[in-house]
């Protein structure tokens, strides 16, 4: 029998140029949920042009700065607010009948040497990787299907939950 569970989009509205940034989460039991993101921090001048278009694409293995951890729901509430990552404003939740976090945690790990692409492989891609493969009936709009849904603000707006403040 499959295991009850939600997924949580976490977003700031103001990293990226303003175009935002998510993280993910998800629920592995009663008590405990797994979260993390790429958050893939500028660390350069913003006039370094020459890093811009290295930043727009990074090969797997390289730094993207990963993270991710496991808690309870207040845990994760804690640490999204307050770093020491990026820090997240909102969240939206949604609850459903089946999950696998097991599948979850694996592509989850696997993001962490996977690279990231401005266009193919950004946060909102692996946000939706994460929440695919934790449940086939997620409901969450996929950043293949309409290029606007690449850019994060505009995809969190599109999941169909109320939005929560942290």
Known sequence: MA????ILAFINYKQAAQFGHVA???RLDEH???FGSTDHLWK???????AWW????VPPHGDIDYWAASGSKEDMFKMMRSG?????????EICLDE???SAAINVAEELKAGGWNLAKHNCVHQAFLVFSNYSKTHCIPSPFADPLNM??????ARIDSSVQSL
Do not use: C, Q, V
């Not at 295991?3 to 939600?6: H, I, K, T």
């Not at 850019?151 to 969190?156: A, G, L, M, N």
């Open 54 to 57: 290295r930043y727009m694409d």
């Open 24 to 26: 993910w989460g998800f």
């Open 32 to 34: 405990s949920y797994y």
């Open 99 to 101: 999950s696998s976090p």
């Open 151 to 156: 850019i994060p603000k505009t995809w969190f």
């Open 84 to 92: 020491p990552h990026i820090r997240y404003h909102a969240y939206k």
């Open 3 to 6: 295991l009850e569970g939600s």
């Open 44 to 50: 350069h001048d913003w006039w370094n042009l020459a």
